[in-house]
């Protein structure tokens, strides 16, 4: 019962969490930070025998029968690309609870409570390998998420809190018509309802009703990556969000509509995945110059960093859809390191709005010449967002488009030309919050605990532009494991 | 020779500069005090013991090529790519310019930086800049090459930045890092093409499964625009790029924002090389398409007169010297056009040596100088800067070719392969723009050391400048010796040296010769710096000033119209569609809302009405 404990934990620790608040207003995030770190605990097993995995499909599955007139079980599994996405969870889960450790006050408790639930629900779709079960974490990630916004976020929080919900609410009704609609379907040809992920893959749909059951799965999927044009939840959400929470969204929620690409649509869907490809490849494409472009304009730092994340999850489209094993390899280390290196880069923002209290390119300036170490880690992040070679959003990248050149030179040529824009508007970063004439006073540099939090994804960052090998390998097992359609 | 010691002397060579500068940049993160004298230490020290391992390889190296191979990089599918280093005979001179070169800039830039603020910062970013310099040299393939290839240019664009308090400095920072990224992203597809086509990016194999896949069927098969082709223009694109050479050389001279020792190192010695490694590195294949080459030359000799020309008319003593390293690299590019890869590399080797000189003793000029960097408010400094003036003869002499200098050796090769390849008129073109060369170099000797004193030197160099500067002179003198390895490695066998007529040989030697003397008279009738009365020789003049108004033509047609488009588009257009539904459904809200309104009488009315409705609707079915 691996998984379980460790949904359970997360889960029990946001309750433990918010009873703690009558205690003292700082218990609540060293509970958060002990059900994090005890949340590994489970994993040990896995962990420490990495070496041993080959072959098997699934690293750990576990089933209990949950609401067993339909046939539905608490179906969990992992297996290399779900352990890659959880173990980025509770990574970044950590972050965002050093990143709110200063700058949550009020409700402390109740804050901490939803930051465990969401990430107990990104780990549950990480897991989930029954259809109802996965709806379920879905929604369980979502709506933590939207109090958080709503409760905790900035000036503008209710109108942005109340965008996200809607936009992935609508995904998640389309998602839950297709999972409603593929298990009948099943259903009436076998004679069996399950929802059993598993059961689900053998199904052969006949092609009309795949690319309608399909199309539902991929649009839940596009608006969570986001992808261009169902991305405008997504600056709104993240400006106005608590740093704690632009690091989640960045780090994991994104993720699962990535992650939910490639087990549902991808893998159940091949053939009709294969024939949309060339639209989307384009819609990716479209994506990553359209992002960059609009990161450009923008004159809000969250918001830039924000239309810089739609750009960089095109490239996870991007990866998906070229049908060959390096692209599909680069769109899940893209999502890794997109993680990593955009959650560092909204947690720098962070930092500088707890300072500043301003996001505003135009009123910021010259931080080098009063916080140097907050700078130096901010160009350190904002270099490795525009894919500096020897950190990990290079290789994802290199990797995405040389898949994809094989399949679409052109298109990829295209997506290419987002390199460019990708240095322009991350230099733009650059120039315009740490360098040039100081605009406002003096600041505290950063302390020790962030020093800490910056420097261990910067530390991530450059193993995974070294050595991503492990990474690599723990991911095509699962690619060996289900052979996506590759024609 | 022991593989094992070779291979670990061999890693030493790029990891030694690239521990100095992770401990230069770790400490301070953690709030630890390095003083300046470790910090001196540790900078100079690392490149001199990269510099010592690159010497021992010098005397250790007795084989062709020696390609050890460290560890895999990323492996997916049949796409591996290693940590694999190759030294060879160019490589091999590479590093020892690298090291020797980055050593006395180095040791020269103590006393340079002496009271700047950030002196750790700085030595910092050099020492990282000469690690990825020597892995980018040293790659066996294109990736971990572009990995160096992107570390340099990421290097550059901190230290072109690297006094950040003025957005000038910032701004020619990013121009550099963006331009040459313009060229970088072009190399990236290249890389892309290369491996579709022949499944490896290690340059070795590229060379010889291009050789076997695209042979060359006529050499004479010049506008063919087949594969070998567009990946070598796809490959030029990166050279372009980072070289300084049309159409994306207008980055270099304001690179000059940055110190002094790092436009020596980055902007004259090393970087702006890496261009030209590229191509020669991949000669093999460059050798495939006659019409690349054809580009190459072209490239270079356009850029090397257009440079030559601008470089004319400029003021400021940077300026002048950025200018003629664009012209100088367009002549390697010319070189390794007309297929002397080792004529180029060689007068890569010359020109590290002088311009690196001519970039620290202006550097000298411009510390004693109080900052000055206009060659108009200077003059009559030969005797109250007798070392300056000494290193700056040596150097102009050596950029202007004069006989026996090194760079005379260099250009005389290159001007004698262009016979060979009977390409007369690019060697017209190099001709005259050694005549330009001569001139304007010693336009700048002239004024700066003769004539009447505008200003008085405050200070004269300090020791630790004048060694650095002393080597790099003697160099400069005399390294016009071309490395034997360059000649076999590039020798082929149908191209021995064609004996040139003694007029021809003559002339090309007196070329610049006459030019040094055309250029003393026009400083004795006083023309440089005198303002200009004819509007037809102002305009032509300020276009000239300008590098040919390159920056004015990208401005309107690219970067204006890019932040008119993306300003006019700053709340995304999109979200246009979601704000319809939401004023949409506002709509119907209010209007919905109405009816509910607590009144009796419109309740009943709308009541009847609707029965109404509802009953004529049903009867009349």
Redesign the interface.
Known sequence: MILMNLILILLVGGIAAWLCESISTNAPKWVAVFSLIVALYPLRTVLFNLDAITSDAWLINESIPWISRFNISFHLAIDGLSLLLVLLTLTMGMVAVLAAWKEIKQRTGFFYFNLLWSLAGVVGVFCALDLFLFFVFWEVMLVPIYLLIAIWGYENRRYAAMKFFLFTQAGGLLMLLSICAFVLLHYQQSGELTFNYLDLLQHKLSDQSAFWVMLGFFIAFAIKLPIVPFHNWLPDAHTQAPTAVSVILAAVLLKTGGYGLIRFVLTIFPEASYDIAPYVMAIAGFSVIYGALMAFSQQDLKRLVAYSSVSHMGFVLLGCYAFTVQAWQGAVMQMLAHGISTSALFALVGAIQYRYHTRSLKELGGLWQTIPKLSAVGIFFVIASLGMPGLGNFVAEFLVLIGSFTTYPKLTVVATSGLILAAIYSLVIAQKTFFGPLKLGNAIDLDNREVLMMSSMAVLLIWMGLHPQPLIDLAQQTLNNFPLGVQ | MDIQYISNLLLAVPLLPLFGATVL?LA???SIQIPKLIVSVIAVGSISLAAICSILLNIELNEPSFNPVYG??????E?TISFGLYLDALSLVMISIITGVGFLIHLYSIGFMDKDKDFQRYFAYLNLFVAAMLILVLADNL?LL??G???VG?CS??LI?FW????KN??A??KA??MT??G??GM??G???L??QLGTLNIQQIQTSAAELWPLVDVNQKYNLDMVTICCLLLLAGAVGKSGQLPLQSWLPDAMAGPTPVSALIHAATMVTAGVYLIARCHGLFELSPFAMQCVAAVGAITLFIAASAALVQNDVKRILAYSTISQIGYMFLALGAGAFSAAVFHLMTHAFFKALLFLSAGALIYSMHHEHNIFRMGGLAKKLPVVWLCFFIGCAALASLPLMSGFWSKELILGKLLDQHMYGYWLIAIAGAFITAFYSFRLFFVIFYGETKKEPDSQPSRIMVIPLSILGFLAIFGGIQPQGLIDMFSSPDSGQASHSIAIVAFTILVPICAVVFSFFQFKKGVFGRIIQSSVLNQIHRFLLSGWAFDWFYQKIFIDPFIE???M??S?V??L??KTIIGASRMLHNFLSQFQNGQLRWYSTSLVLFSVISLTFLLSR
């Open positions: 940049i301070p993160l953690f895999n990089w990323i492996q997916v599918d796409l990736l572009f990995l290839w992107e570390g990421l664009y901190l930045g950040h308090e003025e957005t910032n701004l920072a990013n890092f963006i990224r313009i970088d992203t990236a597809i890389m892309f093409l491996f579709f488009l993306t300003r588009n700053k995304d999109i979200d569609f979601y």
